[in-house]
């Protein structure tokens, strides 16, 4: 299988992908880890900063609930796969889980604080679907399309 260079010649991507992961403590002082790791892998892919900036908000709103509703001794899990024309983020934590269907659209008439992530993810991000994990937690994968693709 030959590979080819993506638009910026960067990453040497084959039909399948290259994974990146990372196994974090359940601390908000590591969310930085990911925002630097993300804009690195976007960067190189060829994402321009406006959506590096999407990606780096959706993401860390994904994480914050991963450590908020996760298991607090427990690492949660973030894996990176480089596809040829989009990027996909997979979030699992090992928390009690919860029903995403049960969540509904914030009313934005009357701002609260807190409660708006899984809407502000949805809004920044191409796709995004969520898993609860047999009681044992939740996991999130989003993805953003590459340029136009």
């Known amino acids: ?30 969310v930085s880890v990911v925002r630097l790791t993300l804009s690195g892998i976007a960067n190189r892919m060829g994402f321009d ?5 999407d990606l780096k908000v959706a993401v860390a709103e994904a994480c914050t609930n991963a ?14 796969s480089i596809l040829k024309d989009r990027l996909q983020i997979e979030i699992s934590d090992k928390g009690r889980g919860f029903d995403y269907n049960l ?13 708006l992530g899984i809407f502000i993810i949805k ?13 044992c937690g939740t996991k999130i994968i989003m993805s953003k399309k590459l340029g136009d693709a």
């Open 49 to 53: 900063i406006e959506a590096i900036e």
């Open 67 to 80: 450590i908020t509703h996760g298991c607090g001794d427990c690492n949660y899990t973030i894996e990176f």
């Open 123 to 135: 809004t920044l991000m191409d796709e995004v679907k969520f898993f609860k994990n047999n009681n």
């Open 1 to 30: 299988m030959k590979n080819s260079l993506n638009q910026k010649g960067n990453f040497p991507l084959e039909e399948e992908y290259h994974k990146i992961s990372l196994s974090l403590p359940n601390a908000p002082e590591y």
């Open 103 to 115: 969540i509904q659209e914030p009313d934005l008439s009357q701002p609260r604080e807190g409660g």
